[in-house]
């Protein structure tokens, strides 16, 4: 005790980069979760909950160096495992940073008790150790849902759909979403012709020299190349076919007069890029016969598109049309972490930004094909597809189009005007619950009827019952119609003001009836 | 590329002592936690999400030090503030151990905005830096309700009705618990008896020469016979009146014949403690009337009385009867931790243990009114009451008393005999889930149509959907009742095996209605 005085105090603050949530922010995400995993369930898909940490060999990725253990992730290491000798070092673990390096890692241990294919959802809070900056935070919520096991294109056009059912369940009208789906294989046919027209132009007869060496050299330049390539072609929205076609070919100037240098790429190869990301048409087949031009060349675009067109088939097979999901081309982000179809769902409706201007609410999930989830764990390639909804983002979008957050209804608050009649509050706000209406007794010291009704202006209550020993003794309550009393306070004439009473006597019971009409009212 | 083979592969596993959640155990944990918050909210209580990740200065309790920051807990250390120096170090991070510290922290970081009292309930994952064991995990998830910022014992009456009204929620049927009350005040009131009559004995003018020193000393010595006899009360269950008698007075010979010595109080204080433990009787203004008898010599003592008076009172004008909720001095548990009322709720029906033992299931919930929530932050003292469930233990029961996990259904899985007819397959699918039909395609290879079966079988599947070339052309689908197929199976004679088809062949249009007649019929 005595020590505890000579200690300064403790700062009352969340980490830098943490917060925390209150009241409607957690149960409107609760909700709203709860609608996702509902249609998920639907789908076929299985929760999982994950332990929230990993130790970092499982997590991959993020290796930990003494010095610097926590590049990227919030890792620790655990105490020696034998405590007496102290030599054993013990593992390091750490926070999960995705919810797909736990399903990697769960799917390698649990391979021979799961169903495969293996749809799965999970939802939770994910931990990034990243510099927080204004709204990025260290800690937010993740939502994915994936198939593992399977190659086929079905379970890729089933997350389609459901992330479409999906936006509806939770409140984002048919009209207001998209979901446009695209693949990479049909870029990286592109890129693979490419090279292979610059081979065939050096070695026109086929013989090409290239020992293993050369052959690493070129996957790598293939690779830097399709860096470059996507890192360009995702700049369309803003500086157009032109501006990409300077970027891929002889360089560019930027706004304020600098030259960037482009790619040199040739003509007809920039062509097919533009021809790519532009290929969308009028309809589904349009843009897969589009494609299809584009990429005649190379075995891999023609699977790309060929699997385009499987997607395209079941979707319309399940009554999903082009208002909901499109094969569209231009979808650049999340090209580079995939390996075969992606897919993203923007929000089209328009909202202000912090500068007052008008766009789109934009991307709230995306998702695609991506190889060899386990590989590391068992040397075994295992396919996989899946989505993952910015949780964050759609809630927001949800505010913005006032499908949550509009009002926020608090609880009656029944008053303590006599602390020695406490039993007949209790009594009153038992019978209020038990007709399922949110109701609570003033705790607080009454002895200020002042703060009684500040507390509940705090607390939003729409009405706040009053009974003192006058009502008693009549055997009757007040009620206080709180959002009416504040309307009329606010702008009604005095005719108004005579003319609608916000405060109601009532016998007591006849208290529940009463609350149930007002709540009604207002509602 | 080349590099990762080199590496060992990693070990697919979760840290020791933590653990993944599969399927139901997700959402039946969900859909309990759920009904909760039903229950929370409409008593008032507010969400919160606190950060997972707190500073350790502000958890408190546990400190780091260079050699062993995990004491307890799971910390690490920020990188430097000033990357370029690196000389700040940055501040010790910790995952909570609970959602009590949090609160603290929270109120006195919020608390000009927090409406006061503040009535707050808090779901999710604590860490604990132990040992793991079996069943001790170092992740799992409280689920608390606290109201902070009065001292008023409505706020105790209301958190025990909270109780007793969530049991209820999720199932538990009333006569299946009972939520116990007890008040630390009154054993504290005997001990402070022991000593004022030694005092007294020792200086019978009321003069003591005690110093500040003496106080302290006087102090300690409370503190250490407070949890002595804390201690011995607990084995009441156990060792009976006489057993406890022995380990209060003189000392006792255990089963092994090994002699434990006695806290040698007098015998007439002995008296004291058992009249305490063994005072529940018929009605509540019994077990208070003997307490009254029990603590009549110490203030403290009285105050705790009365306190518990003024909760039966509140609780019995609620409705609230002895059939769930009862003032029990024989509640030990809980009392070290506490400063005032304690509650506990114990599920009352039998189960048998991993020896074959019947016993009763016990606790699944507790709390009680603690004080200094917030001192350590600001130096006000903010006085708190709350209730944590169980919430591993709660499942259990619910999952003993067959109110959850009893069947699992799994999805309707629609088979593929043609993989060419993918889209019919799709068109089939969409159509059950539209009538909100959990269903899914078989995406897996459909070569061995045996593989589908095990997988059907694997989830659970009520029923499969079969449909070859001879079916689309006749313009039908068969449907498969699984679980009527394996009870055949299973026990059937061959008369029933004809009577009732688990087999149905229907036309392809009447697909959705078929599946509903057989699971209502399963159901």
């Keep these: 005790m005595a020590k505890d005085k000579k200690q300064p105090r403790p700062k009352a603050e969340t980490p830098k980069g943490f ?8 149960s409107e995400r609760a909700e709203m979760l709860q609608k996702i995993a509902g249609v998920y369930h639907r789908y076929g898909f299985d929760a999982l909950e994950s332990s929230a940490v990993e130790t970092v060999e499982a997590l991959g990725k993020f290796l930990p160096d003494v010095d610097r253990p926590n590049e990227g992730v919030f890792a620790w290491q655990e105490d020696a495992a034998d405590e007496k000798s102290g030599e054993m070092p013990g593992d390091w673990l750490a926070l999960r940073y995705d919810l797909t390096a736990p399903l990697a890692r769960v799917y390698a241990q649990h391979r021979n008790d799961l169903p495969i294919p293996y749809r799965r959802y999970a939802m939770g809070p994910v931990w990034r150790n990243e510099k927080p900056g204004p709204g990025r935070f260290r800690q937010f919520y993740q939502c994915d849902a994936d198939t593992v096991g399977t190659t086929s294109m079905a379970a890729d056009a089933e997350v389609c759909a459901m992330l479409a059912d999906t936006l509806e369940e939770v409140g984002i009208p048919r009209g207001d979403y998209l979901v446009r789906v695209n693949n990479r294989k049909v870029l990286n046919g592109i890129i693979e012709s490419v090279f292979s027209i610059q081979l065939d132009n050096a070695f026109p007869d086929g013989l090409s020299p290239m020992g293993n060496q050369s052959a690493t050299l070129l996957q790598e330049r293939m690779a830097s190349l399709t860096d470059d390539v996507l890192r360009t072609l995702d700049k369309h929205d803003k500086i157009g076919d032109e501006g990409v076609a300077e970027l891929l070919g002889g360089g560019r100037k930027d706004q304020s007069g600098a030259f960037i240098p482009g790619l040199d790429l040739p003509t007809y190869i920039i062509d097919g890029f533009l021809a790519f990301i532009n290929a969308r048409g009028e309809s589904n087949e349009e843009t897969i016969q589009r494609l299809r031009e584009v990429v005649a060349h190379s075995d891999l675009g023609v699977e790309g598109v060929n699997e385009l067109e499987q997607i395209a088939g079941l979707l319309e097979a399940g009554g999903y049309g082009l208002d909901r999901i499109v ?106 619950r038990k007709a399922n209406i949110r109701a609570e007794i003033y705790l607080g010291n009454p002895k200020n009827f002042g703060n009684q009704m500040k507390y509940a202006d705090r607390r939003g209550s729409p009405l706040a019952v009053i009974a003192g020993s006058d009502e008693f003794d009549r055997d009757v309550v007040q009620i206080k119609d709180l959002i009416l009393g504040a309307q009329i306070a606010e702008n009604a004439t005095l005719e108004e003001w005579k003319q609608r009473p916000s405060q109601f006597e009532v016998p007591r019971d006849q208290l529940v009836a009463k609350v149930k009409e007002i709540l009604d009212g207002q509602g």
């Design 327 to 432: 094969i569209d081309p231009s979808v650049v982000r999340g090209l580079g972490y995939y390996t075969g179809p992606v897919f993203e769902a923007e929000l089209t409706f328009e909202i202000f930004d912090e500068k007052g201007r008008k766009r789109q609410f934009g991307s709230v999930a995306g998702g695609g094909r991506y190889d060899d989830l386990v590989k590391r764990f068992t040397g075994q390639a295992v396919p996989a597809t899946g989505v993952s909804i910015g949780v964050d983002r759609l809630l927001a979008a949800l505010r913005e189009k006032g499908r949550i957050g509009g009002t926020v209804v608090g609880p009656v608050v029944v008053t303590v005007m006599d602390r020695d009649r406490m039993a007949d509050y209790q009594d009153m706000v038992g019978k209020l």
């Design 19 to 26: 917060r925390d949530y209150f009241g409607a922010e957690v």
